[in-house]
T-cell receptor, first 118, second 112 residues
Framework: GAVVSQHPSRVICKSGTSVKIECRSL??????MFWYRQFPKKSLMLMAT?????????EQGVEKDKFLINHASLTLSTLTVTSAHPEDSSFYIC??????????????FGPGTRLTVL | AQSVTQPDIHITVSEGASLELRCNYS??????LFWYVQSPGQGLQLLLK??????LVQGIKGFEAEFKRSQSSFNLRKPSVHWSDAAEYFC??????????FGEGTQLTVNP
């Protein structure tokens, strides 16, 4: 149980285009989903927290107009990288929090999406 | 703000040898501590977590970790490493709202 999927797993796009990444909790409902960015040989950096039906909360330094997050349902959150540039190339990982008392503070992670901007 | 330090970027051990991965944290209150493992092509998998109670916690795949408040540490251990344990290991501290702060990670290589 507690499976989180991401789609696509890899995407290559041209500079200036927008890319949408989907994050789905397959067998549970997630009141909260998180988006992380991971640089090569580096840690995961939290970008934003999204709650179903409300606006995402972005971490300091993350451009909310560049990284649009939508949490339309309890099983789906999307990250759209708008007007992507080569510096946006990275590994994007989502996670989902079931929000149940017996899994407090535990997140389940997706496999990640490798974005390459040419 | 909370922070996590994993002093060892890369560790190499022989199969069958014991393993200890270090983790130090900085957090103002009682921390929620986690160890995750990341393998290529797979999502981060939770190995174990500490919220309260017994400071020695057991996890999956034979891993354990000990919370030492006086040292602000949460080191991960395994008595006998298997080749399949080769991966990237992340220590993390959680705060309100389930926000996680990760360490830089330790890459584990297992020699046959």
């Amino acid at each position: 149980g507690a499976v989180v999927s991401q789609h696509p797993s890899r995407v290559i796009c041209k500079s200036g285009t927008s890319v949408k990444i989907e994050c789905r909790s397959l067998d549970f409902q997630a009141t909260t989903m998180f988006w992380y960015r991971q640089f090569p040989k580096k840690s995961l950096m939290l970008m934003a927290t999204s709650n179903e039906g409300s606006k995402a909360t972005y971490e300091q330094g993350v451009e909310k107009d560049k990284f649009l997050i939508n949490h339309a349902s309890l099983t789906l959150s999307t990250l759209t990288v708008t007007s992507a540039h080569p510096e946006d190339s990275s590994f994007y990982i989502c996670s989902a929090d079931p929000g149940t008392s017996d899994s407090y503070n535990e997140q389940f992670f997706g496999p990640g999406t490798r974005l390459t901007v040419l | 703000a909370q922070s996590v330090t994993q002093p060892d970027i890369h560790i190499t051990v022989s199969e069958g040898a014991s393993l200890e991965l270090r983790c130090n944290y900085s957090y103002g209150a009682t921390p929620y501590l986690f160890w995750y493992v990341q393998s290529p092509g797979q999502g981060l998998q939770l190995l174990l977590k500490y919220f309260s109670g017994d400071t020695l916690v057991q996890g999956i795949k034979g891993f354990e970790a000990e919370f030492k408040r006086s040292q602000s540490s949460f080191n991960l251990r395994k008595p006998s490493v298997h080749w399949s344990d080769a991966a990237e290991y992340f220590c993390a501290v959680g705060d309100w709202g389930s926000r996680l702060t990760f360490g830089e990670g330790t890459q584990l290589t297992v020699n046959p």
